[in-house]
């Protein structure tokens, strides 16, 4: 079963977003999805100071049998890059919401309500 | 041998010299003479092999890998038919192999004919006007072709058209070229029949002055033959579009279809495919393209041409552009045009029927086992979707492995991506029944271990010269020379 | 009955039985009839082993095998003979792309080893397993720039790039949506001043040739610094041979080296087919296109290679891929590995060297003839350019008289060019061979 935490959003395309304060959060990619894509090999992230813009593609996980992009489930401007993920991607898939990818500064914390809360997301992945 | 392990490197020995050059004729001449600014500061890292090590290195690796000549290669959509030897005998002749490609014209007639009449032949096979065979392979004629079609339109002033179409069976070349050529992929699924869905098509062109074509592959990834073809053709015409055949599956059409016929404007064909040249190991092959009489100025420079009994090199001015540096894997054609005279007319036609024929014996024999998506014929390849049984945890991947510990090198699996645990079978013209009996006997065997001995399949290839490989470990150690590998070890020992 | 074709009637009989049909046209029988085609190909018809025989030795005589003293991208070096020996083994020459590793070790052995000798010969960090050819790889080239640069969209080509090679990054660059600008050539090499001019916000890329269309070495001191101060990325396209002695892109401050491989051991077999490598640095090794073999193990922990990196190409990324290509010039990756195993370093630095006193003792001779005049002045290592006061069709016409093929009129290449004509000189032309073509050149007028 895969797991899912309580407090944090989730996006369509499996990725949680946990809040932190002052309009800052963290972002990373679900159980469910950590364990589709398969031992993760990579993961192609942009850098500190770039834009985010909710549903367009910012970068992608790379496992040896897919590559899955990601899309940005908030806009905002990247303020920290989970530098761990470059020497052990493995993390994605032994911790999936530990392992975070990037830390972000919202432009419009409204955005958040149109992700899912852990119950629709849980609706969502088991159809 | 099997159990031979050396990297060509571990086999250096200072001094020792493989090779055979003659004297120094001018000393007067020097290196020193060069300002050293231009000279590199390190010898680079190459062997020092005497001749014998050298070849017992290569034919000690060769033995771990599997040829058409050690047994069965049912891939899909690769055609891995006989790759014969009189291909090889001519592509060896001096006079082919000597010539350089900048040679004047009255020079190379010979080689010059060859170019000209197998483009000749393709044509009348393909039921299209002309070819050109720079482009070295199907992935770069998808290329060249795509780019045949944007300019086409962008000399008619239709600088909007950049949409092509792609059923989502389309090889992964497919969209990615369509990228390249700097244009956008619009994917239209398939239907149940697993063909393209015609209504989807419609709707998909509907209202749209954007169209530039559509890419289709014929029978399709599937195996199937597209039956609505004209009706696909037809809606993409009056959209403004142009037809693009991916020529993969060609074999199965040879004697009874042309994809001219069809409504196809531009094709490319697998030389290395249908046309019995090798794989080489994954190269080099050949994918020359092929178009309507509207659409050849645009084929790439340089042209070979023909007046009277005289052929000729031209530069033309509507061209594309260069594809290449010269005339495409040239030798590759060679052997493509051997094939083809050693075939003729009488035989040529035959190779669809044969193929066909033998990929439906194959799937009536295996559908008790293996899961059939599709119902009805198949032409000259089949697709199953894993076995029947869905009790096991058996993976497409785990009954390729076992079919390597049987002496046959496995099918194409996972591809098309619309059966997640597809295998595709083509077991070609030149394999006869007794062969194809022994595959199903196995692929029958290899189903019941499935369900028995499921740890068969699991721990399968054990009689390879390896078994099964990390790539993860190799995705993410990194390690792709010799350096890298020495670099590793030193970290590893510390 | 057809020695390619097992099927005899027996066979075809007990065949359609199992499918409960009649005849094999049956299988056919949901095609739409108005695709059907009915005639017979309008081609020859087939002719047996012998009557084949006598057919391409007609051809190959019509084919005249000239001593050559040109190159231009296509060079005339010795080919060990062991070379044909390895490459002809079935088991390298009709096995399949290596996607089943557990029976394609030897062909992923050789593409690591192939891989190591372009790394060690580039200098750069890692190659990949072989593109179609020198051009095609300096396009793709191109394109990662423009990928690694991101929002970048021009290149910069300098003029002493080989017309021919210009010509295919143009029409790569140009259906793609990219844009590109010429660096002036200056007394024959890249000229360091207009490149810094013409280096803006745009610019993803510098493309050099190094030796260069002219033959000349050329010198790149400041080249880089200044092209990474402008977060452009700069790509050395070289003939592959020459860097067994020439300073490599590596040593130039290149981040990505591209070129041809014929010279290692391809015969020149009418342009193709040959190989282009494509060698970066590990930062960019995601961007890079084609095939990569790397290092590992299988699990009883014995050394193994496997096609790596997959994630990255066409099969999976499909329109999110670098680029579309698929397959790479595997067997010619053979030709090199076997080459540079059998030659090594001392063999590749004598190859050049002797390359070296040939070119410089031809140069020399003519120049002395008085017909001919050197318009650059500049280092050169098998290869270069003169401008003559003969007729480049006299020239022509009288070295094919005697079978040989030199001098080439660079006019064909574009008329900036007229004025020159191209002599090549490998280790294989003997002080004969050159003697007698300063002879017949001496005698013209």
Same mark, same amino acid.
């Given at each position: 079963m895969s797991k899912i935490l309580e407090g944090l959003y989730y996006s369509n395309d499996h990725e949680w977003v946990k809040v932190l304060e002052d309009d800052v959060v963290l972002i990373g990619i679900t159980d469910f999805a950590q364990s589709e894509l398969g031992d993760v090999v990579f993961v192609d992230l942009p850098e500190e100071g770039d834009e985010l813009v909710q549903g367009e593609e910012f970068g992608a996980v790379e496992s040896v049998k897919a590559a899955s992009d990601l899309l940005a489930p908030v806009s905002g401007e990247i303020i920290e890059v989970n530098e761990d993920l470059v020497g052990e991607p493995e993390k994605v898939n032994q911790e999936p919401y530990e392992a975070w990818f990037l830390k972000v500064k919202l432009n419009d914390p409204k955005e958040l309500d149109k992700l899912l809360d852990h119950k629709a997301y849980k609706e969502e992945i088991s159809e | 041998m099997i159990q031979y392990n050396k990297l060509i490197f571990e086999l250096s020995k200072e001094e020792r010299v493989g090779y055979s050059l003659p004297e120094s004729r001018f000393n007067e001449y020097s290196f020193d003479d060069l300002n050293k600014q231009f000279l590199r500061s390190e010898e680079p890292n190459l062997p020092e092999v005497y001749e014998l090590d050298v070849l017992r290195h290569f034919t000690n690796i060769s033995n771990k890998n599997f040829g058409i000549e050690n047994g069965f290669y049912p891939l899909g959509s690769c055609t891995m038919k006989y790759n014969p030897k009189i291909n090889e005998e001519i592509a060896s002749l001096r006079g082919f192999r000597r010539i350089h490609p900048l040679q004047p014209a009255s020079t190379v007639q010979g080689a010059l004919k060859v170019y000209y009449e197998l483009q000749r032949i393709l044509s009348e096979v393909s039921g299209l006007h002309e070819f050109t065979l720079n482009s070295y392979a199907g992935a770069h004629g998808e290329l060249v072709g795509l780019m045949i079609i944007k300019e086409y339109h962008q000399s008619r002033?239709?600088?909007?058209? =950049?949409k092509i179409i792609i059923p989502d069976s389309a090889h992964g070349t497919n969209p990615a070229s369509v990228v390249v050529c700097g244009m956008e992929v619009i994917e239209i699924d398939s239907n149940k029949r697993g063909r393209v869905d015609l209504q989807s098509l419609k709707e998909a062109v509907e209202g749209r002055d954007d169209i530039a074509g559509m890419m289709l592959t014929n029978p399709n990834t599937l195996g199937i033959f597209e039956d609505d073809i004209c009706e696909i053709t037809k809606v993409i015409h009056e959209a403004g579009g142009l037809m693009y055949y991916d020529g993969a599956n060609l074999n199965a059409l040879l004697g009874k279809v042309r994809p001219g016929d069809m409504g196809f404007d531009v094709m490319h064909i697998n030389l290395h495919k249908t046309?019995?040249?090798?794989? %080489?190991g994954g190269g080099p092959g050949s994918g020359p393209v092929g178009v309507t009489k509207e659409l050849e100025p645009f084929l790439p420079n340089p042209r070979i041409k023909k007046l009277d009994d005289h052929y000729y090199i031209e530069e033309n001015g509507d061209a594309i552009g260069r594809i290449s540096s010269y005339y495409g894997n040239y030798m590759v054609s060679l052997r493509a045009y051997v094939y083809l005279l050693t075939l003729g007319k009488e035989n040529l036609k035959l190779v669809g029927p044969y193929a066909t024929l033998n990929a439906n014996y194959v799937k009536n024999a295996l559908k008790t086992a293996y899961q059939l998506p599709i119902d009805g014929n198949c032409m000259h390849e089949v697709v199953f =979707? %894993?076995?029947? =049984?869905?009790?096991? =945890?058996?993976k497409t991947l785990d009954i390729a492995k076992r079919l390597l510990d049987y002496g046959m090198h496995a099918p194409t699996i996972y591809f098309p991506l619309l059966f997640p645990q597809a295998i595709m079978i083509e077991p070609t013209e030149t394999e006869s029944l007794q062969t194809l009996d022994e595959f199903i006997n196995i692929m029958h065997k290899i189903a019941i271990e499935a369900k028995e001995n499921p740890d068969k399949l699991k721990d399968a290839p054990t009689r390879t010269p390896i078994r099964r490989t990390d790539e993860v470990f190799a995705a993410k150690e990194m390690i792709f020379s010799y350096k890298d590998y020495l670099a590793y070890i030193e970290e590893r020992d510390q | 009955m057809f020695k390619y074709f097992p099927h005899t009637k027996a066979d075809i009989e007990k065949m359609l039985k199992s499918l409960n049909i009649n005849s094999i046209d049956e299988l056919f029988n949901e095609l739409p009839e108005s695709v059907i085609y009915n005639s017979d190909y309008d081609i020859p018809s087939f002719m047996s082993e012998s009557e084949l025989r006598n057919y391409f030795d007609e051809l190959n005589n019509q084919n005249k095998e000239l001593t050559l003293f040109s190159g231009l991208g296509a060079y005339d070096h010795y080919q060990p003979a062991i070379i044909d020996a390895i490459v002809s083994r079935q088991e390298f020459m009709t096995s399949y792309t290596p996607y089943q590793p557990e029976i394609s070790q030897g062909t992923l052995q050789y593409i690591f080893e192939y891989q190591s000798m372009i790394q060690t010969l580039t200098g750069m960090d890692v190659s990949n397993a072989s593109m179609y050819d020198g051009s095609t790889s300096t396009a793709e080239a191109c394109f990662m720039a423009a990928s690694i640069s991101r929002k970048r969209s021009k290149l910069l080509i300098s003029r002493t790039v080989n017309p021919n090679t210009i010509k295919v990054i143009e029409t790569y660059l140009k259906y793609k949506g990219l844009e590109w600008d010429f660096i002036d050539s200056k007394d024959g090499l890249t000229d360091f001043e207009d490149m810094k001019n013409k280096l @803006?916000? @745009?610019?993803?890329g510098v493309v050099v040739q190094n030796p260069n269309f002219f033959g000349l070495i050329e010198n790149y001191d400041g080249f880089s610094e200044t092209i990474k101060e402008n977060k452009s990325l700069f790509i050395m396209n070289a003939d592959i041979s020459t860097l067994g002695i020439l300073k490599t892109p590596f040593e130039q401050g290149a981040d990505i080296a591209c070129g041809e491989c014929q010279s290692l051991g391809m015969p020149v077999a009418y342009g193709g087919p040959f190989l282009g490598y494509l060698a970066t640095n590990k930062k960019y090794v995601r961007k890079m296109p084609g095939r990569i073999c790397g290092y590992t193990h299988d699990l009883e922990g014995k050394r193994a290679f496997v096609l790596t990196l997959q994630a990255r190409e066409q099969h999976i990324?499909? /329109?999110?891929? $670098? /680029? $579309?290509?698929? /397959? $790479?010039q595997s067997l010619m990756a053979l030709f090199v590995t076997i080459y540079l195993s059998t030659l090594g370093k001392k063999g590749l630095k004598k190859v050049n060297e002797l390359s070296y006193q040939g070119s410089h003792y031809l140069y020399d001779r003519l120049i002395k003839t008085g017909k001919f005049k050197d318009p650059f002045k500049q280092s050169f290592l098998k290869e270069f350019v003169l401008e003559t006061t003969l007729s480049h069709d006299l020239i022509q016409e009288a070295l094919l008289k005697n079978n040989i093929f030199g001098g080439y009129s660079l006019q064909s290449f574009g008329e900036e060019y007229d004025n020159l004509v191209n002599f090549a000189v490998t280790e294989k032309r003997t002080k004969a061979e050159i003697d007698r073509l300063i002879e017949i050149l001496e005698g013209l007028s």
């Open positions: - | 002033q239709d600088f909007k058209r =950049n046309f019995s040249t090798p794989h %080489g =979707n %894993g076995l029947i =049984n869905k009790d096991t =945890n058996i | @803006d916000q @745009d610019i993803a990324r499909r /329109s999110k891929a $670098n /680029s $579309n290509i698929c /397959s $790479n």
